[in-house]
């Protein structure tokens, strides 16, 4: 007489999670449910308390479930025997709590033990049949993804049953990002120093120079179109990417940096500017007109009076810093309004002579300011 391979097709399993499969082959190919309710067997098509050394235990999909001691028959619960020698072990998963319907009366006799554990085992409680709804929340509330042990020393005929429900887990809310927490510079009289961007997250308005404003001012904004701020007296720095404020020296230009900033009026420079960051041939530095007509790239040797020419040329215009590698070094230019920017915006328009050669460029828009 041939033996019939055990499957699935003989297993009426719980319907378990959408997509899910109910029943599986163990590495035995026996059969088994996967989704027993409570800490029932999946052997035994859930009709008996599973007893393993770490059997899980399963919430329906409101997340109740009810935990019953080895032995117990649902089809006649006054027949349930503990099994002797028993060491069954249900692993939580979560925090849970219990309701008046509980049943210890399998703890009246000695022959049973109910031991609840954290899931690091630093505690441990034992139950008995007089403890309380409220004591037995009390010792479940300290044992999230803790575990259930039940040990016998003899058969006894009797069972416990704990409904088990679950209790949220308290989560500390991350602060939604406020302007509270940004230390922002003083702006125009009137004006809010911070404010919330689409995705509300805060920035200062205000910062200095080319400063970032998500950063509260404290590192050097990189984007596509950054404005130049400049203070009450239209002044401001500016600062290639990657400047450290508190340690200069440490500043490193980042690798494929591609950064503009946008120029509003005509500005020029003073001897304590720095180009230091253009002596290798990993950074570029471009100076161009709001029009997109002139477009001039200096170098570290560019001279006060080249520069400022330059500036002279491009009123409204922006300053494009581009990397190919990092490269730790930096760059600060102290950008002033120029107050006579209605005549030097004249300037262009003259194209011969002396006066054109002491400015420094020519009738081809390809200057070098060296």
Known sequence: MSTTTPTCLTFDCPVGPAGQPTCTLDNSTKPFCNYCPGNMDGYTSCQTVACTAGTPFHVDNNGDGTWYSAGYNPILPRDSTIPANSNCVYNLKGTFQTDSTLNLTCLISTNVKLTFSSSDGSLSQSVSSSTSVRSLNSVLSKIPD??????????????????????????????????????????????????????????????????????????????????????????????????????????????????????????????????????????????????????????????????????????????????????????????????????LDEIPEKKNGFFSWLMGYSESSNLRFD
């Open 146 to 343: 803790g575990s259930i042990t039940l040990t016998s020393t003899a058969s006894d005929q009797s069972f416990c049953s704990i409904p088990l429900s679950p209790v949220p887990r308290t989560t500390t809310p991350t602060p939604a990002p406020t302007c509270l927490t940004f230390d922002c510079p003083v702006g125009p009289a009137g004006q809010p120093t911070c404010t919330l961007d689409n995705s509300t997250k805060p920035f200062c308005k205000y910062c200095p120079g080319n400063m970032d404003g998500y950063t509260s001012c404290q590192t050097v904004a990189c984007t596509s179109g950054t404005p130049f701020q400049v203070d009450s007296s239209g002044n401001g720095n500016w600062y290639s990417a990657g400047y450290n404020l508190n340690s200069p020296r440490s500043s490193i230009v980042p690798t494929n940096a591609n950064c503009v900033y946008n120029l509003n009026g005509t500005f020029q420079t003073d001897s304590t500017f720095s180009l230091a960051c253009l002596t290798s041939t990993n950074v570029n530095l471009i100076f161009s007109s709001s029009d997109g007509s002139f477009s001039q790239s200096v170098s570290s040797a560019t001279s006060v009076r080249s520069l400022n020419t330059l500036l002279s040329m491009l009123p409204d215009g922006t300053i494009t810093l581009t990397s190919t590698a990092s490269d730790q070094s930096f760059c600060i230019i102290p950008l002033n309004k120029d107050s006579s920017s209605a005549v």
